[in-house]
Structure formats: C-alpha cells, structure tokens
C-alpha cells in the first residue's frame, strides 16, 4: 500500500523475491480489492496516520481486517494496528489490535543510558517455546534468528496472547511481532532482514 510513507521499494522487491505480485496504491477501491495488504511505515506515528487520513484509507483498512483476509504492518504500521501511541502527544491508532506505543526506556535495566533509536539486528525470542508462532508469518522462523530493527517507540499490546515474538534491548523486552487472526505485524523490517525476512514474507504470501 502506498501512502506516501514506508520504505516501499525495498518492501516492494522483497515480496516479488519472494513471488508476490505486487500493486502499489493508495486508492481505497485497491484496497478493498487487494488479497492481501501490506502497511509500511517509517518516521512518526501521527504523521503516519495522518497520511492514512488524507489517503481515505482509515476505513478501508479497517474493513479488510475485518474481511479476515491476511494483513501486514511493518514497523510503524505494526504500531498503528494499535490503538494509541504515546510518540509526540497522543495519537489515536488503527485499534485493530488493543495496546498502545511507548518510547524504548533511555536507560537500561542497570540504569545505564542507552541509544535511542534502537538500531540493527537483534535475537528473536519465541514465547511459550514457540507455540504462539504456529499459523503465523512467524511459523518458518527458530527461537534466536536475528532481525533487523530501526524503532524509538515500541508496541506494547493489551493481551499477551498477540505477542508472536519479542527481542532484548539494554535488558528490556520489546514486541518484535504480533498477531491475530489473520492481522499480523513486524517491528522489524523483513525486507532488510536477508533470508531470515524473507522467510517471514513468503509465509504471509502463502496464507
């Protein structure tokens, strides 16, 4: 989906490595029509779902996850699943997923200051020894494959059941996936996580 934000070229030739067919569009009708949706997003949330708001596409995204059939948020699409962020004020989110955005903790758990933003590649950890990862795009993937983040603000989702993946940063626990159903989202950009990422789109292709 094009919005005007997102990383969608390197998105875009990823999903293809991986056999999709993929139409770029931000016309709501496209989206409805679409099998499957992809939702990128980089820089701030509120910008992100303003851009959403001008598209027309608050309504369409929320009608498709409610068609049951599959979708996909990548780093701030992940946390616009959501139903706020607390990045630069409050923002209200998609509320497909319920939870809010926080800021990643500036210190770690010993109480030392950490960079902010959290940058490169981190182990995924797989909660209750991987069962939750079972039908998900996660199915493919082992507990400490390695993924690539670029995040200030993480997801922190109400209930524990949609927390697919999680991975560590200066000691602290961070939402690396989530999911339901069918609506999934990735922290992490799989599109700059090589073979490990692509494993991770070819399962969404192919559910």
């Known amino acids: 989906m094009d919005y005007g934000v997102g990383n969608l070229l390197s998105v875009r030739r990823a999903l293809e490595a991986c056999g999709g067919e993929v139409t770029l569009s931000g016309a709501p009708a496209d989206v409805e ?104 795009i996660l199915q493919d993937l082992s507990d400490g494959e390695e993924v690539y983040f670029v995040h200030s603000f993480a997801a922190q989702p109400a209930d524990a059941t949609h927390g697919l993946s999680y991975c560590r940063y200066g000691g602290h626990e961070i939402a690396a996936a989530i999911g339901r159903d069918a609506i999934f989202g990735c922290q992490f950009h799989p599109e700059k996580s090589g073979p490990t990422g692509l494993r991770v789109l070819s399962r969404f292709l192919s559910l």
């Open 33 to 136: 029509a679409a099998e499957r949706l992809v939702v990128p997003g980089v820089g701030a949330f509120g910008n992100c779902v303003s851009a959403l708001e001008r598209f027309g596409l608050i309504e369409p995204i929320k009608a498709f996850a409610a068609s049951g059939r599959p979708l996909l948020g990548i780093c701030v699409g992940m946390q616009m699943l959501l139903d706020h962020s607390e990045e630069f004020g409050r923002h209200p989110g998609l509320g497909l997923l319920p939870g809010r955005v926080a800021a990643i903790p500036a210190q770690d758990l010993e109480g030392r200051p950490q960079k902010i933003p959290h940058i490169g590649w981190a182990a995924l950890e797989m909660p209750n020894g991987g069962a939750a990862r079972q039908g998900t």
